[in-house]
């Protein structure tokens, strides 16, 4: 399968301007209005799953590199309460967007939008918030610089606190790459988070996961054409993406083959649905995501200097780690030595063999109710 360039910018462009279309408040609004103003609350929490940018203005990043006139896409669901005290931060993944999102919330589940004030915020790279297929005239003479999940926190808590003036968040949760998100917040604000709730992902990338990443973005690479015709090493980089994300049992199961909610007839097909998927990304994007997510360290942050228990026992939020059995990227003994050191946390392994979709939304997987659950009683404490 052949994707080209044109069709990545021609996707990313009615992206945007769906999003423009939802309509937003901007953080001047924002921030010249009384906040006990009833028609503020409003203006704010316009309605559910509304779509909006941030503009950052020029972003400095932890290595000194901005990137210039950054934005931050996000969407809401449900309404913020007078106090502003009903928030849930629930962040995007590798290869996921806001609307992914949306399958884990819904009235009378944990993540309940009648309740609370559910904001979704992009993770920088993935087409949306700013990445190097929306960010192209803007010259970086060493390329799209690598992004941290730190700083990924910090443009969120901006949008939190300059935008929505949110100054206490209920919960932060989130799957695989924002499992990682919810770390480093509970590390870096554990005043402001009450709790957070990782799923399915830690708050250090290990050396066999970078091992992992590495392998992928070699095979993608390896293509003389992968930036703008990547055929071959996208289909190289998807089946061996494909090999990782779910477990031996769940292949020897043959639930691969229903998996995208209808039953396939061959390997050949599933690889073919796992290869739109990552097509419907720039490739550039999905090395930017990718670099995020091999540089992720919970201790790279000067208030911690390197030192990863230090870190760990910053995070006084309320905490359930939840790892998958059979997940081969966050394997659940990784879980265990951070839980270790968390002053108040617990572990709570999901039994799948889904492996590492187990704690994904919108996929037939048997461990999202067991995720529902934790977040519910997590809530309720």
Request: charged share 15%; glycine share 8%; aromatic share 10%.
């Amino acid at each position: 399968m052949s994707i080209s360039r044109r069709k990545f910018i021609e996707s990313a462009t009615l992206a945007l301007a769906s999003m423009a279309a939802g309509g937003k408040v901007s953080a001047a609004t924002v921030s010249s209005r009384n906040q006990n103003d009833p028609a503020f609350r409003t203006a704010v929490s316009s309605g559910n799953g509304i779509p909006g940018v941030y503009k950052l203005g020029d972003f400095e990043l932890q290595s000194g590199e901005v990137i210039p006139e950054a934005q931050l896409s996000y969407a809401t669901h449900g309404t913020l309460n007078a106090d502003h005290t009903n928030v849930i931060v629930y962040g995007t993944w590798y290869s996921g967007r806001h609307s992914d999102n949306a399958a884990m919330i819904g009235e009378g589940r944990a993540l309940d939008p009648t309740k609370y004030f559910i904001i979704v915020p992009d993770m920088f790279g993935n087409g949306l918030s700013s990445s190097p297929s929306n960010t192209s005239g803007v010259a970086y003479p060493k390329g799209f610089p690598l992004v941290t999940v730190y700083d990924n926190v910090e443009a969120q808590y901006r949008l939190l606190r300059d935008h929505f003036a949110v100054e206490h968040v209920e919960l932060v949760t989130g799957f695989s790459m924002s499992a990682q998100q919810a770390f480093h917040w509970g590390a870096l604000h554990s005043g402001f988070v009450e709790r957070i709730a990782p799923v399915c992902g830690s708050s250090k990338t290990s050396t066999h996961n970078w091992l992992f990443l590495e392998g992928v973005k070699q095979a993608l690479i390896a293509d003389p054409t992968w930036e703008t015709e990547p055929g071959p090493g996208l289909r190289a980089f998807s089946t061996v993406y494909a090999s990782w994300f779910a477990s031996q049992s769940f292949y020897r199961e043959g639930l691969h083959l229903g998996m995208f909610g209808e039953p396939l007839p061959s390997m050949a097909e599933f690889l073919e649905k796992v290869t739109a998927h990552f097509g419907s990304f720039d490739p550039r994007d999905l090395l930017a995501m990718l670099a995020t997510w091999q540089a992720a360290d919970l201790s790279a942050h000067n208030r911690f200097q390197g030192d990863w228990q230090k870190a760990l026992g910053a995070i006084t939020a309320t905490a359930v780690v939840m790892p998958c059995s059979h997940d081969l990227y966050f394997p659940p003994e990784d879980n265990e030595i951070e839980v270790s050191m968390m002053p108040s946390a617990r572990l709570e392994v999901i039994p799948s063999i889904w492996g590492h979709l187990a704690g994904g939304p919108g996929y037939p997987s048997d461990g999202i109710e067991f995720v529902e659950k934790q977040l519910q009683d997590l809530l309720k404490n």
